[in-house]
């Protein structure tokens, strides 16, 4: 990927969440992989995962009825329209940037992942506006579920999410049980998993 294009879409990220995410400044409230010379993980850790400094407790809300993203027609991931979350369907929303530095080692994360649970429903979202970008970043880390665009921030203004890489777990119930901010190992998404039943 060309490193060169990473700041313009950095950039473009800053300036939607500060405006799209209500209560979010521009300077501090968005965190995550947005090389401002802080931590990696955007939380007070270093990125990496260990321990469950980047988890954060879910507040157990509902998710929306009938949220719909566009995901792309590329390897992995059939194009078309897709639920965010499934009626009935626990889901693992993943919120990353091609940008985002512990968002390409996250991708092998999930695979083993969705190796070890392939009915439970997977699905990353960008808010970058470049499909061309999402589709190099999708092949070249091996995407092999769905990745959707969210360029009106509908789903990251849902979830509330202001850091990337943030993932989320609803339950079938649709309600929030673990949310977690940084680069998270297979084995702890595993666990939140089946400590949710799924």
């Known amino acids: 990927m ?19 995410l209500a209560g979010v400044t521009a300077t501090g ?12 993980g955007g939380d007070g850790t270093d990125g990496s995962g260990d321990g469950d400094s980047g988890a954060e407790a879910a507040t157990p809300t509902p998710t929306p009825a009938g949220l719909r993203l566009e ?7 059939p194009g078309g329209q897709v639920a965010v979350k499934p009626h009935g369907e626990a889901a693992l929303l993943d919120f990353f940037a091609t940008w985002c530095a512990p968002c390409k080692p996250q991708m092998a994360e999930l695979r083993t992942v969705q190796s070890e649970h392939p009915d439970l429903h997977i699905l990353s979202m960008s808010q970058e ?17 769905p ?8 789903a990251f ?20 049980v673990w949310r977690h901010s940084g680069l998270s190992p297979a084995g702890d998404i595993i666990e939140r998993i089946e400590e949710a039943g799924g």
């Not at 060309?2 to 799209?20: I, K, N, Q, W």
């Not at 968005?30 to 802080?38: E, K, Q, R, T, Y």
């Not at 995901?71 to 991931?77: A, F, N, Q, R, Y």
């Open 29 to 40: 409230g968005v965190a995550g992989c947005l090389g401002d010379g802080g931590p990696a």
């Open 147 to 154: 990745v959707a665009q969210d360029t009106r921030l509908e």
């Open 71 to 77: 995901t792309l027609d590329v390897e992995g991931s």
């Open 2 to 20: 060309d490193e060169s294009r990473d700041a313009p879409t950095r950039r473009r990220f800053l300036s939607r969440a500060a405006v799209g």
């Open 157 to 176: 203004q849902e979830y509330d999410v202001t850091r990337i890489p943030t993932m989320v777990l609803l339950d079938a119930d649709g309600e929030e």
């Open 129 to 145: 506006e470049d499909a061309g970008l999402i589709r190099e970043f999708w092949v070249e880390y091996e995407g092999t579920w």
